[in-house]
């Protein structure tokens, strides 16, 4: 099994662009959890979807962040418009129902 | 609301020696908690979990002690090596829910 897989890996863009995070989840893993790393708050959960529906997505920052999960292969972050305060590793995890989650590499965002 | 502490951002230890990476937490309804294992330009990695009817769970070099009473927990690896280096998260499990909360990380360095 490929694991969980994250695109781009790096992407430097410039301040009111909009920016796409693409992640495929391992093949038959129900759950899906996108995730942002900083230094100041570590790994915060930003939404997380079950069979494709989103369940909690409480720790979205704001509107300019959108996810969906079109089927159970794809997931898109997307943010509109980007700030440099957006700059950092974004994660992309997939679980078997309950049980442990699995990261993708990630995707470190840089917004000049 | 930071539900899950690690205090110490990083921890020097001598090859062989015991390392003792620490979390707290504050809310007493978790199912269980997980420690995570990050290397650089890769996603976390589950390393070891602990139920909350249990005060220890051992896997190998790594153990996990759970001190209920104080919302304490700890890794311990014995005896410590340097391919160990790396960021450990500490993270916990939401009781009935899907999510895990992450602590901030401490970055573990085994000097050969």
């Known amino acids: 099994d490929a694991g969980v897989i994250q695109s781009p890996r790096h992407e430097v863009t410039e301040m009111g662009q909009e920016v796409t995070l693409r992640c495929k989840p391992i093949?038959?893993?129900?759950?899906l959890f996108w995730y942002r790393q900083t230094m100041m708050r570590g790994l915060e959960l930003l939404i997380y979807f079950n069979n494709n529906v989103p369940i909690d997505d409480s720790g979205m920052p704001e509107d300019r962040f959108s996810a969906k999960m079109p089927n159970a292969s794809f997931s898109t972050l997307k943010i509109q418009p980007s700030e440099p305060r957006d700059s950092a590793v974004y994660f992309c995890a997939s679980s078997p129902s309950r049980d442990t989650q699995y990261f993708g590499p990630g995707t470190r965002l840089t917004v000049l | 609301d930071q539900q899950v502490k690690q205090n110490s951002p990083s921890l020097s230890v001598q090859e062989g020696r015991i390392s003792i990476l620490n979390c707290d937490y504050t809310?007493?309804?978790?199912?269980?908690f997980l420690w995570y294992k990050k290397y650089p330009a890769e996603g976390p990695t589950f390393l070891i979990s602990i139920s909350s009817i249990k005060d220890k769970n051992e896997d190998g070099r790594f153990t996990v002690f759970l001190n209920k009473s104080a919302k304490h927990l700890s890794l311990h690896i014995v005896p410590s090596q340097p391919g160990d280096s790396a960021v450990y998260f500490c993270a916990r499990h939401q009781t009935g829910a899907n999510n895990l909360f992450f602590g901030t990380g401490t970055r573990l360095t085994v000097i050969p």
């Open positions: 809310n007493s309804m978790f199912d269980y």
């Open positions: 093949s038959g893993h129900n759950s």
